[in-house]
């Protein structure tokens, strides 16, 4: 029994005495200088019970201390370096939120009606577009029929496909209440009888001055936003005076008039 607490005590010694020894003691921790020490009191009441001497059994308790500091020091290691793994629906929570402030940046704003008649001019840029939701630019040509005298569109082709210029505004980079402008000119608020004869609102004529038949109102909207886009807007005409030097002629003198016009009849539907 005495020689059981001599071995304890000098295994607590021989312990104190490596850890000071080995350079990197600092990072040996309180748990892995327990488990230490028992590995040692385990291995020299091992050896005690052997045929070894006493001597005998301190040397080989001092030759394979190190390799068991070295032992305990790397499982430490391995506990520190492991990483936990996060449960899968925080990450699909942190997917989705990611995904919803995306859609909320990307989401388009639009001005109101007062806002775009605050910014009309005679000079302003119509090669993009008009700015004003869906919603409000229907409101505004379903509403300037009203407003009109009886007998203008009569076919209510502005209410009608008011949607569809708003969407191919967007598309293709156009004013959509120029778009508008320009048929109410063109076609007298498309009550013009061959305007709805050849489904043409916008003017278009060939070669040899004539209106040109569409086959749909579509196509005649379709026709005019890439023209404008194409033929004008990509070649620096983006004001309403320099679209009317291409667009339609002067008058007897001289004079360009048409942008004017159409600009009148802009006003008159955001009105």
Same mark, same amino acid.
């Given at each position: 029994?005495?020689?059981?607490?001599?071995?304890?005590?000098?295994?607590?010694?021989?312990?104190?005495?490596?850890?000071?020894?080995?350079?990197?003691?600092?990072?040996?921790?309180?748990?892995?200088?327990?488990? +230490?020490?028992?590995?040692?009191?385990?291995?020299?009441?091992?050896?005690?019970?052997?045929?070894?001497?006493?001597?005998?059994?301190?040397?080989?308790?001092?030759?394979?201390?190190?390799?068991?500091?070295?032992?305990?020091?790397?499982?430490?290691?391995?506990?520190?370096?492991?990483?936990?793994?996060?449960?899968?629906?925080?990450?699909?929570?942190?997917?989705?939120?990611?995904?919803?402030?995306?859609?909320?940046?990307?989401?388009?704003?639009? +001005?109101?009606?007062?806002?775009?008649?605050?910014?009309?001019? +005679?000079?302003?840029?119509?090669?993009?577009?008009?700015?004003?939701?869906?919603?409000?630019?229907?409101?505004?040509?379903?509403?300037?029929?009203?407003?009109?005298?009886?007998?203008?569109?009569?076919?209510?082709?502005?209410?009608?496909?008011?949607?569809?210029?708003?969407?191919?505004?967007?598309?293709?980079?156009?004013?959509?209440?120029?778009?508008?402008?320009?048929?109410?000119?063109?076609?007298?608020?498309?009550?013009?009888?061959?305007?709805?004869?050849?489904?043409?609102?916008?003017?278009?004529?060939?070669?040899?001055?004539?209106?040109?038949?569409?086959?749909?109102?579509?196509?005649?909207?379709?026709?005019?936003?890439?023209?404008?886009?194409?033929?004008?807007?990509?070649?620096?005409?983006?004001?309403?005076?320099?679209?009317?030097?291409?667009?339609?002629?002067?008058?007897?003198?001289?004079?360009?008039?048409?942008?004017?016009?159409?600009?009148?009849?802009?006003?008159?539907?955001?009105?």
């Amino acid at each position: 029994m005495i020689r059981r607490t001599v071995l304890k005590k000098l295994a607590n010694i021989l312990v104190v005495v490596i850890l000071i020894s080995i350079s990197d003691c600092n990072y040996v921790s309180a748990n892995s200088a327990t488990a +230490i020490v028992k590995t040692i009191e385990k291995k020299m009441m091992e050896s005690s019970r052997s045929t070894f001497t006493f001597t005998e059994t301190l040397v080989a308790t001092i030759f394979s201390l190190p390799a068991t500091v070295a032992l305990e020091t790397e499982k430490v290691e391995m506990q520190k370096t492991v990483v936990p793994k996060k449960p899968l629906n925080s990450t699909k929570k942190s997917v989705v939120a990611t995904e919803t402030k995306s859609t909320q940046k990307s989401k388009k704003e639009y +001005i109101s009606i007062k806002e775009y008649k605050e910014k009309m001019n +005679i000079n302003m840029d119509i090669s993009h577009p008009s700015g004003l939701s869906k919603k409000d630019f229907v409101k505004l040509a379903t509403k300037i029929v009203q407003k009109l005298p009886e007998g203008k569109d009569p076919k209510g082709i502005f209410k009608e496909y008011a949607s569809f210029i708003w969407k191919l505004g967007e598309k293709k980079a156009v004013d959509q209440v120029f778009l508008l402008g320009i048929a109410a000119k063109e076609s007298g608020w498309c009550e013009y009888y061959l305007a709805i004869e050849r489904n043409n609102f916008t003017g278009h004529l060939t070669k040899e001055g004539k209106l040109i038949s569409y086959k749909t109102v579509q196509d005649n909207w379709k026709a005019t936003a890439k023209n404008l886009r194409e033929n004008y807007f990509n070649k620096g005409r983006k004001d309403l005076l320099s679209v009317n030097e291409l667009y339609c002629e002067p008058d007897e003198n001289g004079e360009y008039t048409w942008y004017t016009e159409v600009y009148e009849c802009m006003k008159m539907i955001v009105s």
